[in-house]
């Protein structure tokens, strides 16, 4: 009886959320369209507000941090996603590291690909250091070779700045027989479990295209050399997303406006959480995936 009150509370709690994240995004949307000078009041106006919480939330943060048990507390509440997703808002909490050398490694992974390479995660060795690998032609062309390394090891301070040894291996005895293959940075584990799902021809550039794969429906979308795979479900009330608009490596659902970055999933409009994302191998022109959680 309890526990399904429990349950019952959370849903609601959730739906709550769900509402309010909906209405955030409405208002904001409204917001773009003020003219100018309204706009920048409202943008002032919220700028001042999130400041006034910031401030508030990090004297909490800073008195619960000083007392031992406090301090283990705040560790377990940060667990709750509302309550993680605000205070990374306020840049009061961080991702795990590996979630954040992986979205820097994403970040640099067009720009490589314009140059016919990649870089791989090889290990993430908490706490400050981790192990890449630069794959295709980044090995092969000195001249771009240290721009392209400057690129990446920027990314990852950017977002990583605890990172005190970024370790470039060398290249992959298995990147012979790896041909024009394109690794997803995504992949957790380059090389196994992928399964393969369609030519490449078959995903038109800047297109959704939904797919089935062990029960699970997929959304797909080929940008350039990149293919991104998602849940076709919204976060949202799970719905489909088939049909979303994409600008900007940004989609947006068509239902109630719940946006999702394309190259991580990660929800505009709960931070803190994440559409789940699958790695993507391309190999001889066909596309496979590896289901993530
Ligand atoms: S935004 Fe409501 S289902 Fe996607």
Known sequence: MAV????????????????????????????AQLPGEQRALFEQLQHAIEQLHREALLRLVRGLREE??????????????????????????????????????????????????????????????????LIGACRS??????????????ALREQAPELMRIVELGADPAAADRGAQAVSPFSPAPGGGFVDLCALEELPADTLVGHRLGGRELLLYRRGDLVHCMDNRCLHLGLPLSGAAVEDGVLTCRHHGFRYR?????????????LPHHAVRLRAGRVAVKLGA
């Open 262 to 274: 394309l190259d991580n999933g990660d929800c505009l409009d709960l931070p803190g959480v994440r």
């Open 141 to 154: 062309c000195p001249a771009s070779m240290q721009t392209l390394r400057h690129g990446v090891e920027a």
């Open 68 to 133: 031992a048990a406090a301090a283990a507390r705040l560790r377990e509440v940060v667990r709750d996603p509302l309550v993680f997703g605000v205070l990374r808002l306020h840049g009061l909490v961080r991702d795990p590291l590996e979630q954040r050398v992986r979205a820097a490694l994403a970040s640099v992974q067009p720009m490589l690909a314009q140059h016919g390479g990649g870089v791989e995660l090889v290990a993430v060795l908490p706490p400050d250091a981790v192990e890449i690998r």
């Open 4 to 31: 399904s009150a429990t349950r019952e509370a959370m849903a609601d709690a959730g739906e709550q959320l769900a509402v309010l994240a909906g209405r955030v995004s409405e208002l904001q949307a409204a917001a």
